[in-house]
């Protein structure tokens, strides 16, 4: 069943990367933790990140290994050459590898965890948001991919990145001063199909993502109508679902929706020294 955020922190100052499984990945700039809130069982990895925070950063559960990883991606000042770290709990230890997009900027700053990978959309350039592609990495394997975009515009600039359900989503406008948002999802990580559109009572933009660098995640609400619940980092949103209207909005804080579980991360990482 689904859980909410509702322990005191292990760490303080901490941002919630994500979840999987019922462990959620915290961090700020002198350690991460991975931490079970159902259980109140938690590990600190204790890493010393210097003077700056990754710039980007992710966590998912790697099904072929049974072993929960988190990475953490800083690209180095007005290139695309990127260092990648990526720690797998398991073997409680830390990887490095350095990596050379070839002209690709990751714009989102948290990546999107979906059936084994983590996802961010990109760019051609470090200083736009204009998406050019979306860039997966998988957790089993640890190598890079690429999807393409649904045609469905020529602003890009105005794809938004999230998950529905299981499934990677984007939401996308046509222009700031649009009343509608499409909502599309790759179904079985291979193509786009538009599930439906919102529709809003105003000017869309004051009720979507001021960056796109956040990302989202909906949910189907539990309701004879199917609501739909909008999350993003700084407000929620209920849409009906018959209707595909905004019923209602709040600016609130939101933190990580996670799937309760008696999974350790101290139990996992004791088996991966053995």
């Known amino acids: 069943m689904p859980g909410k955020w509702g322990v005191d922190c292990p760490i303080s100052s901490a941002c919630v990367v994500g979840s999987a499984n019922g462990l959620v990945f915290l961090f700020n700039q002198r350690e991460t933790c991975i931490l079970n809130p159902t259980i109140r069982k938690s590990k600190k990895l204790y890493v010393m990140w210097g003077s700056s925070l990754a710039a980007k950063c992710g966590f998912g559960y790697d099904e072929s290994h049974d072993d929960y990883?988190?990475?953490?991606?800083?690209?180095?000042?007005?290139?695309?050459?990127?260092?990648?770290t990526i720690h797998s709990l398991r073997s409680d230890s830390w990887t490095t590898v350095h990596e050379h997009f070839q002209g690709i900027f990751l714009i989102n700053r948290l990546g999107k965890y979906v059936n084994g990978k983590l996802y961010w959309s990109s760019s051609t350039g470090i200083s736009t948001y204009i998406v050019s592609k979306i860039i997966s990495f998988d957790l089993a394997d640890e190598t890079w991919g690429s999807v393409a975009l649904p045609f469905c515009g020529q602003d890009k600039s105005n794809f938004k990145l999230g998950v529905m359900g299981i499934d990677l989503s984007l939401i996308y406008t046509c222009h700031s001063g649009a009343t509608t948002t499409d909502v599309w999802i790759l179904k079985d990580?291979?193509?786009w199909?538009?599930?439906?559109?919102?529709?809003?009572?105003?000017?869309?933009?004051?009720?979507l993502f001021p960056s796109p660098i956040y990302t989202f995640s909906m949910h189907f609400c539990e309701s004879?109508?199917?609501?739909?619940?909008?999350?993003?980092?700084?407000?929620?949103?209920?849409?009906?679902?018959?209707?595909?209207?905004l019923e209602h909005n709040a600016d609130v804080e939101v933190e990580e929706i996670y799937l309760e579980s008696l999974v350790s991360?101290?139990?996992?990482?004791?088996?991966?020294?053995r």
């Open 189 to 191: 990580c291979s193509s």
């Open 69 to 84: 990883k988190a990475q953490f991606i800083s690209c180095c000042r007005n290139s695309s050459h990127h260092v990648v």
């Open 224 to 245: 004879n109508k199917g609501d739909i619940l909008i999350l993003n980092s700084s407000f929620i949103m209920i849409i009906d679902g018959s209707t595909r209207k």
């Open 193 to 207: 199909t538009k599930l439906f559109t919102i529709k809003f009572p105003q000017r869309a933009g004051p009720y």
């Open 265 to 273: 991360p101290l139990t996992i990482s004791d088996q991966g020294r």
